[in-house]
């Protein structure tokens, strides 16, 4: 599988709104997250970011993974914003996907700020 076609798809919405929204936005996008917390331990000693455990704190972040983290939550509601445009089952599952995803620009703030 050519992974520059699969993230055409899936930026384009040509993927299932459950792949997008489970797999990609939760999933891979919870590897992603620890992946970042691990590069704040191990290359900028950032341990403040442990102190709030089990609540993760955004704000305390580097400013080069606060970009990444900004780059890859547009990147992930717009993927899974097309799905659900795509979608052609209940309407519920639009609107939930939809919410979820106004929910998360919403609280981005907290990651820039």
Wanted: proline content about 1%.
């Amino acid at each position: 599988m050519n992974i520059q076609k699969t993230l055409e798809d899936f930026w384009y919405g040509k993927i299932s709104l459950w792949k997008s929204y489970w797999i990609v936005g939760e999933l891979i996008n919870g590897l992603i997250i620890i992946i970042i917390f691990n590069i704040e331990l191990k290359f900028f000693n950032n341990t403040i970011l442990f102190e709030n455990i089990p609540f993760l704190s955004f704000s305390d972040l580097h400013i080069i993974n606060k970009f990444i983290v900004l780059i890859w939550t547009l990147f992930l509601t717009v993927g899974i914003w097309r799905s659900a445009e795509n979608y052609q089952g209940r309407f519920i599952w639009t609107v939930l996907a939809l919410t979820v995803l106004s929910y998360r620009l919403f609280i981005l703030k907290e990651i820039i700020y």
